[in-house]
């Protein structure tokens, strides 16, 4: 079956030659017990009305030293850079992201069932989840590039073949994110509306996209409106500090020119009953590092330790 | 007489493979005469501390309608498209410069020699100042790409033949700055130390550098040492403040993913004394639209009304 000719698309984008806005057809907040929730009624609302939530201190300096400990081996580690599972940034060569490590690293695998986030990825989905995509990001100093607007879930829908927005990211900040070194920033309120964005996706665009997103942005006057309504907001915080933010949520971030690089540890979390389907997505899938399409089991969920 | 051989060059780059710290030999504030001062004496102190100095709402709200209005105009004047005093963004091809906007542009002529401006300048570099360059800079939102960090005296210098550090940058925002639009970012106290900058000048590098500088920039080494001791500030502003800013400081911006363009009036003075001399170039002269080379007579100033 093929999403061009499929009636029930509630999210249909780059098939038309002019920018769409259409409603969210779905929560953002899936929470079902909220009698047990592990934030507080006031942050729930925060995401709900915002699309997104910095928790700040969530992991301890000592655990965040473990985790860049981990990451400066994993960069350093000379396979890494022959990986089909790392993606460089265009002019500079220099490592972008790797990708999967929730699969492929001891260490990060546990961290992705860790209670603190995946507790809480649970609780706003409402019930289990599973991982949909993991990677270790750094934004260098001195020439990182910026990265323009768009919704994660725009992307995950159209090449994944991700249903409904029932999905979120979960950012642990593993250095500080500071105004100056090109932090992560959000339209709040941009969730609630799904833009149809202009433009037929390339072949292979997963690997081109990831350097640069050209295809699966909203047009500049939506953007604009966008901006006008709701206003931009950074999302800064000390290393240790966990961003969640809602699958639709338009976020982009500046360039870095400072001496001081960016780096976090990122999982998507997915809910079971969310799993992508293959006739939802519009070209040949993306590879399974970028997009699980085999394991959807549960997430085991459960406190850890790391120092 | 070759600069290479010239042992009377208080500031050598581009020479060494080699990054090399040298002292500034030069004052930062020129003035003689501080009891006519037109800024007060602690803004003369920031000056001299910080290398910078933002001045709010130097010019009101309808000036800044004006000045923008002429702004409009010029872009969008078919002929500036063609002409070569126009430097475009490297991607997009958008109109990111116009220069000599004080020879061939009757209103920025006259702003040039505004006293609340030019005022300023002629007392920080105590005495009479000509434009060494002008421009209008447009930073379109959505595509505004990252500046690495410079130092316009190290240029000017070494492409123009500027003999001493007695000059300085004037910047009137035509729109707001935010720390969301790209704004200037700047090291304060960088301006005390000149940076032997490593790699030699390529021919015409003046239309490379002014969209993307690479030969001219400092070392990650010594631009992180300045960071580490000194910070960075963002010249944030509401349109009609004026940044004034030594010829020496290190400064750059990031990338503008917002959709606010950022707009400035731009003009370098210079102090009568410190005209650029050929022998100090090191290679054929930049176009005289980028550098003056020949018109050094005193700048009229006075005060002016545009409204």
Redesign the interface.
């Known amino acids: 079956m093929n999403i061009r000719e499929n009636p029930v698309d509630l999210y249909p984008s780059r098939r038309l030659n002019e920018p769409a806005w259409y409603d969210r057809r779905d929560p953002v907040v899936h929470a079902d017990d909220r009698e047990n929730a592990p934030i507080g009624p006031e942050r729930v609302r925060e995401f709900d009305q915002n699309g997104y939530l910095v928790l700040p201190g969530l992991f301890s300096s000592e655990e965040v030293a473990v985790f860049r400990h981990e990451l400066d081996r994993i960069r350093e580690d000379a396979r890494t850079g022959d990986s089909g599972e790392t993606i460089r940034e265009r002019e500079s060569g220099a490592v972008r992201s790797v990708f999967a490590v929730h699969r492929n690293n001891a260490l990060f695998s546990r961290v992705a069932g860790d209670e603190r986030i995946a507790g809480i990825a649970r609780f706003l989905l409402g019930g289990d989840v599973y991982i949909h995509q993991s990677r270790l990001n750094f934004k260098p100093?001195?020439i990182?590039?910026?990265?323009?607007?768009h919704s994660d879930f725009e992307t995950w829908h159209v090449e994944d073949g991700m249903p409904r927005m029932r999905a979120l990211s979960c950012s642990i900040l593993l250095t500080d994110n500071t105004?100056?070194n090109?932090p992560l920033?959000l339209i709040p309120g941009s969730h609630r509306h799904f833009i149809h964005c202009v433009g037929k996706t390339p072949d292979n665009h997963y690997r081109m996209s990831l350097q640069k997103q050209e295809y699966g942005v909203p047009d500049?006057e939506s953007?604009?409106e966008l901006?006008f309504r709701y206003g931009?907001d950074?999302a800064t915080g000390s290393a240790g500090s966990v961003v969640f933010f809602d699958c639709n949520i338009l976020h982009?971030?500046?360039?870095?020119?400072?001496?001081?690089p960016r780096s976090n540890l990122f999982y998507v979390y997915n809910h079971i009953d969310n799993t992508i389907q293959d006739d939802l997505r519009e070209k040949s899938p993306r590879p399974s590092f970028v997009a699980e399409r085999e394991v959807f089991a549960p997430l085991d969920i459960q406190q850890e330790h790391y120092v």
């Open positions: 100093g001195f990182g590039e910026p990265f323009p607007w105004p100056f090109g920033m500049p953007l604009g901006v931009i950074m982009g971030s500046g360039g870095n020119i400072s001496p001081f």
